[in-house]
């Protein structure tokens, strides 16, 4: 997994979920681009109640 750390002054957490989406099929389970298997699953944590709104 990975964290992104980023300044909220420049872009959103939502900025972000719109790139991720754009780059992301969340149909797919346990998939990405042609790479299969429960590693490949997605997820997406959130830091607070403002960015799980």
Known sequence: GIEI????????FREQLEFFFQIHDPT????QGNDLGASYRSAIYYA???QKQ
């Open 5 to 12: 750390i980023f300044d909220p002054a420049v872009t959103s």
């Open 48 to 50: 607070d109640e403002t």
């Open 28 to 31: 797919t389970l346990n998939r």
